[in-house]
């Protein structure tokens, strides 16, 4: 489970952050993830919130924002969602020479004191 990891991760970061720039709290943070990163929000949501305490995290609001997969054929040029990598061109059948959107993992945003 990769998700323990990734949640790890984002709270050291945010700690750091926070002890760099001398935040007492943090309210609320925003993660974007995207459908097709390969990270399970549901996942990764219960695991934050099962690790959190103690943290800098403890007492924040956590918003999980989905981005939906988005590509591009390589043959069409038709941009189209995606369900997971391996989605073809709805119009052609063919790869997408791009993906678009979908495979993020991010804070976005934090609110703190």
Same mark, same amino acid.
């Given at each position: 489970m990769h998700e323990l990891?990734?949640?790890?991760?984002v709270i050291e970061m945010i700690s750091h952050e926070a002890e760099e720039r001398r935040l007492k709290a943090i309210y609320e943070i925003r993660i974007e993830i995207g459908l097709i990163s390969g990270v399970e929000a549901?996942?990764? /949501? !219960?695991?934050?919130?099962?690790?959190?305490?103690?943290?800098?995290?403890?007492?924040?609001r956590i918003d999980i924002i989905r981005t939906p997969g988005k590509g591009r054929c390589s043959t069409c040029n038709l941009e189209?969602?995606?369900?997971d990598l391996f989605t073809l061109c709805p119009r052609c059948g063919s790869i997408p /020479? !791009?993906?678009l959107s979908g495979k993020e993992f991010r804070v976005l945003s934090l609110q703190a004191d």
């Open positions: 990891s990734l949640a790890w991760d549901d996942t990764f /949501s !219960s695991v934050l919130d099962m690790i959190r305490g103690k943290t800098i995290l403890e007492q924040a189209f969602l995606m369900q /020479s !791009s993906i």
